[in-house]
C-alpha cells in the first residue's frame, strides 16, 4: 500500500488530505468501513476516528490529522474515550464490521473473520482457534515451530477453550447490553495519534484499523507490547470510565499472543523466541 498527500476542496476551504494506494492484498472499501464503523462511536463519546472523504477499489482518501504532543491529560482522555468505543458492540466474537465486503479477512495478513454461524458463545473459544491456533497452525506448516512448541500452544487453546481465561468485559460493555467489544484490532502506538488540538474531548485519533468484535483486554494489551506515551495515564482513564475486570493485568500477556504471533507469521524468526516464552506463561 502506498501513500500519498493530495489537497481537495471541502466546502469553500481547501483541505490537505491523505491517500493510500492500493497494495497486494488491500481491500480498501473494507478499510473504509472499518473506520466508518468505529466512528459510530463517537456520538457518545468514543475516541475521534479519521474522517474517510472517498473510497475506491484502488484509493482511500481520508483527512490528514493534524498530530500534537503526547500529555497526562490527554492520555487520560484517550484512555476514557477508548473505551467508549468499546461499549458501541459487536454482534459476535470475530464479526466484521456493517458494510463489510469482499475479502473474508480483515488486513493484509488475513486475520479471518468469523461467519455468524461459525462464531463461538465464549471469548476463550473464539480467540483459541480463531486468534491464536488459526496462526500456529501455519507456522508448524511451514516449519517454523515444531511439536514441543505446538504442544505449549494447544495446552494454551485448551485451557481458553475450558474457559479458564473468561472474564467479564469493561463495565461500560456490559452496561451497553452488547455482545463483545467493539475493537479497533490493530492497536499499537503508531495507530492511535496525539491530536493537536490541546482541547480535544477524546485527546487522540484512530487511524490504520483491523476491527473486528472481542474483548476490550485485548486492544489494551496491543497497545502495552511496543509501549505508548503515558500509558499508564491512559490505562487509569479507561478503568475510571469502564473498570476492567479483577487480574486484567495478568491477562495482559495472553492477549498479546495474537499480535505476537500475526507477527511471527509477517516476520518470522524475530518474534518466535518471545512469542513462545509468552505462551508458557499461560500454558
Request: hydrophobic share 45%; with cysteine; glycine share 10%.
Amino acid at each position: 500500500m502506498s501513500h500519498g498527500r493530495r489537497f481537495c476542496s471541502i466546502g469553500d476551504a481547501v483541505a490537505e488530505t491523505f491517500v493510500k494506494t492500493a497494495g497486494y492484498g488491500d481491500n480498501l472499501p473494507g478499510e473504509a468501513a472499518a473506520l466508518r464503523w468505529l466512528a459510530e462511536a463517537e456520538p457518545a463519546g468514543g475516541i475521534r476516528v479519521v474522517r474517510v472523504l472517498s473510497v475506491t477499489e484502488d484509493e482511500l482518501v481520508e483527512e490528514r490529522v493534524a498530530t500534537g504532543a503526547p500529555s497526562a491529560a490527554a492520555a487520560r482522555r484517550i484512555g476514557a474515550a477508548l473505551a467508549r468505543t468499546h461499549a458501541a458492540g459487536g454482534r459476535w466474537y470475530g464479526c466484521a464490521p456493517d458494510g463489510w465486503s469482499g475479502s473474508p479477512w480483515c488486513g493484509r495478513a488475513k486475520t479471518p473473520y468469523v461467519a455468524r454461524e461459525e462464531a463461538p458463545a465464549s471469548w476463550g473459544a473464539f480467540f483459541a482457534e480463531h486468534r491464536l491456533m488459526n496462526y500456529v497452525r501455519a507456522l508448524v506448516d511451514r516449519g517454523d515451530f515444531g511439536p514441543s512448541e505446538l504442544a505449549i500452544f494447544d495446552r494454551v487453546a485448551s485451557r481458553l477453550a475450558a474457559g479458564e481465561f473468561d472474564v467479564p468485559q469493561p463495565q461500560l460493555v456490559r452496561d451497553a447490553g452488547v455482545f463483545c467489544a467493539r475493537l479497533h484490532g490493530d492497536l499499537w502506538a503508531g495507530n492511535v495519534l496525539w491530536d493537536a488540538d490541546l482541547a480535544s474531548p477524546t485527546g487522540g485519533v484512530l487511524i490504520d484499523p483491523m476491527v473486528y468484535g472481542g474483548h476490550a483486554e485485548t486492544d489494551l494489551a496491543m497497545l502495552a507490547l511496543f509501549g505508548y506515551p503515558f500509558l499508564e495515564e491512559v490505562l487509569r482513564g479507561y478503568d475510571e470510565a469502564s473498570p476492567l475486570a479483577d487480574g486484567w493485568r495478568e491477562r495482559v500477556g495472553l492477549h498479546q499472543l495474537a499480535p505476537l504471533l500475526l507477527h511471527c507469521v509477517l516476520f518470522g524468526s524475530w518474534y518466535l523466541d518471545e512469542t513462545v516464552v509468552m505462551a508458557r506463561r499461560y500454558a
